[in-house]
């Protein structure tokens, strides 16, 4: 990205993007500071675009910034993402609710072919795709509601929470029930059953939040059996 040839607007929304995707794709753990020096001459922008491209990332929950550490990739808590997909249940559902009966064959088209591609990250385990396809299945799904307001805000909440999701599928061999649970819903699409497609949705995002979270007790009782091991 040339530093003169480009307004900063459009040079702020590229810089934007660009590391938008590579904290989706898992690039950088949570906890890791992005130097900023180090960031500009990498993408070959001035300080003031990254700056105001980090302050976007911040407002979507993406990056957290400091006056100790400056710009760090945000983390978590197993409370907060709990809470996050508590509010995907009740945007997505409305969502859903309203874009079935509008749903063209193309629409459907369009999520079957992203489902198809989930199914193959899925078996090549590839990892940093998992959360970006899961999430344009959902929003492709969503699309139709013609809410572009809602769908940008669930697309925030997807982008918080798509590391976890990636984890949780990884960690808990989810793999094969996410793609069950996802086919299942886009047959309630075609079927134009709006209200058992909104109903199955709730389950399926309430399924993952039981997953991460029997993981993250497993987790935390391994680690508590090891601290009471002897010397």
């Not at 950088?28 to 675009?49: H, I």
């Not at 006056?67 to 945007?91: D, T």
């Not at 799904?141 to 572009?148: H, K």
């Not at 061999?173 to 134009?192: G, I, Q």
């Amino acid at each position: 990205m040339p530093r003169t040839t480009a307004p900063r607007q459009t040079l702020t929304a590229t810089t934007t993007d660009t590391l938008r995707q590579r904290i989706l794709l898992g690039e950088w753990p949570a906890g890791t500071q992005l130097r900023q020096e180090a960031l500009s001459k990498e993408l070959g922008v001035s300080r003031v675009p990254l700056r105001e491209a980090l302050r976007q990332l911040e407002a979507e929950g993406l990056v957290a910034i400091t006056e100790r550490r400056g710009a760090v990739i945000a983390q978590l808590s197993l409370p907060e993402v709990m809470e996050l997909l508590r509010v995907r249940v009740l945007l997505e559902c409305d969502m859903l609710l309203e874009a079935v009966p509008r749903q063209t064959q193309a629409d459907l088209d369009a999520a079957g072919a992203l489902l198809t591609q989930f199914e193959e990250a899925l078996r090549r385990r590839d990892v940093g795709a998992w959360g970006i396809l899961n999430s344009r299945f959902h929003l492709a799904l969503y699309q139709a509601a013609n809410r572009p307001q809602t769908l940008a805000l669930i697309e925030q909440l997807h982008n918080r929470t798509d590391r976890y999701t990636r984890m949780q599928i990884l960690l808990t061999n989810f793999s094969d029930r996410a793609h069950r649970e996802h086919s299942e819903m886009l047959e309630l699409c075609r079927r134009k059953d709006a209200i058992s497609a909104a109903a199955f949705l709730r389950q399926h995002i309430l399924n993952a939040e039981e997953a991460l979270e029997a993981w993250h007790q497993e987790r935390q009782s391994e680690t508590g059996r090891g601290a009471r091991k002897p010397a």
